[in-house]
């Protein structure tokens, strides 16, 4: 065995043990916030622990089902992200204390599902006579797939809020408002409400709920600003993974991302 390969061998050995340690780390941390918040009466909370568990386990079951060899880069960074996305944004409220902690996970998301997209296409590229896809066709995939989920998560969180009456795509409060239907003529030109300081609403009942600071936005700025990070992290990967293809280094930093076949 040549020393670039023994190098190689003996970092994936480290790294998965380093992938192991994470998830036991994590399975832990889980475990007891679900324990202390089924104490704390907090029943949904407690399912939210459980589900997190379950998808702690797909990674294996991907492995086995699929029969390939998912990085442990990749495998910890997983795990990483579920627990920050779960567990602390849900449960401990990081999304609300820990300015831009949406935004950091969404752009991951991004770059997340550009490689998951990555992977998909190569290893179909890789293990297939017919197909020869060049690098930039690989890449595009990649950028599509990663943007396709971020759509179909924002249609989610959409109906959630619709439906449910959650607040998953977190109202803003701005102060400022351009719209066409505030013109007292009708027209299609919208009219600028600047440093807006108060609004308050009203309902049937006579319930009065007053909003300082400016006007409450519904969602919109949050969903579009999630897709943009999103867009960023898918870009990102794809160029990445444009050169990984182009070079094939297998100690690249693209490589800790993209699941071999076994």
């Known amino acids: 065995m040549s020393r670039i ?16 340690l994470v998830y036991l780390i994590l399975r832990i941390l889980v475990i007891v916030c679900a324990v202390l918040q089924f104490l704390q009466g907090e029943f949904g909370n407690t399912i939210l622990c459980v589900f997190s568990l379950l998808l702690f386990t797909l990674p294996s079951l991907i492995e086995e089902r699929l029969k390939i060899d998912i990085p442990s880069v990749l495998e910890s960074i997983v795990y990483l992200f579920i627990f920050a996305a779960e567990i602390l944004g849900e449960i401990n409220n990081f999304y609300g204390i820990i300015p831009y902690w949406d935004t950091m ?11 998951i ?8 590229n890789n293990n297939s006579e017919k197909l020869n896809l060049s690098p930039f066709y690989v890449a595009l995939v990649a950028f599509c797939f990663s943007m396709t989920v971020g759509v179909c998560w924002e249609f989610f969180e959409y109906g959630a809020d619709k439906l449910f009456n959650t607040d998953m795509q977190k109202d803003k409060i701005v102060d400022v408002v351009s719209s066409v239907e505030l013109n007292p003529d009708g027209k299609n030109v919208s009219v600028v409400l600047k440093d807006i300081k108060e609004t308050s609403i009203k309902t049937k009942k006579g319930d009065v709920q007053v909003i300082d600071g400016g006007y409450l936005d519904i969602g919109i700025n949050d969903t ?3 897709l943009i990070v999103n867009f960023i992290g898918a870009v990102v990967f794809s160029i990445f993974g444009f050169i ?3 070079n094939r280094r297998e100690d690249g930093f693209v490589r800790g991302f993209i699941p071999q076949k076994m």
């Open 117 to 124: 997209g990555f992977s998909l296409i190569d290893l179909l």
């Open 105 to 115: 996970l969404h752009t991951l998301n991004g770059f997340l599902c550009a490689g």
């Open 244 to 246: 990984y293809i182009k």
């Open 224 to 226: 579009m600003k999630d």
């Open 5 to 20: 390969s023994k190098k190689i061998k003996k970092k994936y050995q480290e790294t998965n043990k380093f992938s192991l």
